[in-house]
């Protein structure tokens, strides 16, 4: 993906929700983490090469929709609290299975359960940055900084008690900030977070980021507001007037683009910010300022991940099959894109 930005001279915004991954794997490969995450993994994977073991500990649960185990896949984000988190949830059915099983792992003490719980706190937040950056039906762009910010503030108010969990975030602190920081430096997060209006100025963690994405809003809007027609006024009726000098006034006036844009912007960032739940994209639909749709087009369309295109090339995958190799290039686009807007067209594939 890098080598096809450099290819076709694209500006190239690193895919956040794989940078949050390897914040979490930067955590993992701890010293002090290495242990208890081994002996987790090792009671996991006893369960799934032993079937009679498994098949023990989902009947102890006693219930119609028993829990299975996750292990833990580098590759696969966010497995790693998955793991933790079922481990945590069944620890009570684990350690009855592996108390009357021949050969298994000795199980989890209560201290290691405790570091585990804390563990799957830290790392809670990631799982949710993650999902919320990875989306494909709603706009993710804007999103990369205020997550970021919630990151940041979660992993600060943190109050640990084991010492497996205070190292963890302290290590955690230092690792954001070298790995996530710099998003809030990019031209185009920062436009499309303060073109958000459930954002603003108030979605970064810096107040100068803040002022820089004003900066670059208003050179934005200025260079559309160029090349966009002016609206002209409607011409006066003639009637008299006692105040011909105003009338004189007001035609030799200079319009400045400039000073439009200006309070283009002031009146965006003083109305009040929107909820949560709202649509940016619908919200400048619904708009009257056209530099404003113009922008909302050309910025918030820009996925935050690479997720959609490699759930893309996992279709292309599944489509180009075996029985299926004589397919022409243009029929497989097509196919693909039929395929990723049926939701949109009501069609089926």
């Known amino acids: 993906m890098k080598k096809a930005c450099v290819s076709l001279k694209y500006k190239h915004l690193p895919c956040v929700a794989h940078t949050i991954n390897l914040l979490v794997q930067d955590i993992l490969k701890q010293p002090i983490l290495e242990e208890i995450l081994s002996k987790c993994k090792t009671v996991v994977s006893f369960f799934k090469r032993s079937s009679t073991a498994y098949a023990k500990f989902k009947a102890a649960q006693k219930t119609e929709t ?3 185990l996750v292990q833990e896949m580098p590759t696969r984000w966010n497995s790693a609290y998955e793991m933790i988190k079922r481990v945590i949830l069944t620890n009570e059915y684990i350690s009855v299975v592996l108390a009357v099983s021949h050969n298994a792992p000795s199980p989890l003490s209560a201290e290691e359960i405790d570091v585990l719980k804390e563990i799957s706190i830290l790392l809670a937040p990631c799982a949710d940055a993650t999902l919320s950056v990875s989306t494909n039906t709603n706009v993710s762009i804007s999103l990369i900084i205020p997550v970021i910010c919630e990151l940041f503030h979660k992993v600060n108010g943190f109050d640990f008690k084991t010492i497996e ?3 963890a975030a302290d290590y955690m602190k230092i690792r954001l900030r070298e790995r996530l920081f710099a998003y809030e430096t990019r031209t185009i997060p920062r436009i499309a977070t303060i073109l958000d209006p459930r954002f603003k100025k108030q979605g970064f963690l810096a107040q100068s980021n803040s002022e820089e994405a004003a900066k670059a809003l208003q050179e934005e809007l200025n260079s559309v507001m ?8 409607a011409p ?3 009637e008299p007037t006692r105040f011909s000098f105003l009338k004189t006034k007001m035609e030799t006036t200079v319009q400045s683009l400039r000073a439009d844009s200006i309070i283009l912007l002031r009146q965006h960032l003083e109305k009040g910010n929107q909820p949560e739940k709202c649509d940016p994209l619908a919200y400048w639909e619904m708009s009257t300022d056209e530099p404003f749709k113009k922008i909302s087009k050309k910025f918030l369309c820009i996925p935050a991940s690479s997720c959609e295109s490699e759930r893309l090339f996992s279709k292309a995958g599944q489509m180009i099959s075996d029985r299926r190799t004589r397919l022409l290039p243009s029929v497989v686009d097509k196919l693909l894109f039929l395929n990723k807007n049926k939701n949109i067209n009501k ?3």
């Open 226 to 233: 160029t090349t966009t027609p002016r609206p002209q006024p």
């Open 236 to 238: 006066p009726t003639e």
């Open 66 to 68: 028993p829990y299975g």
């Open 347 to 349: 069609i089926k594939i």
């Open 165 to 167: 969990g205070i190292a």
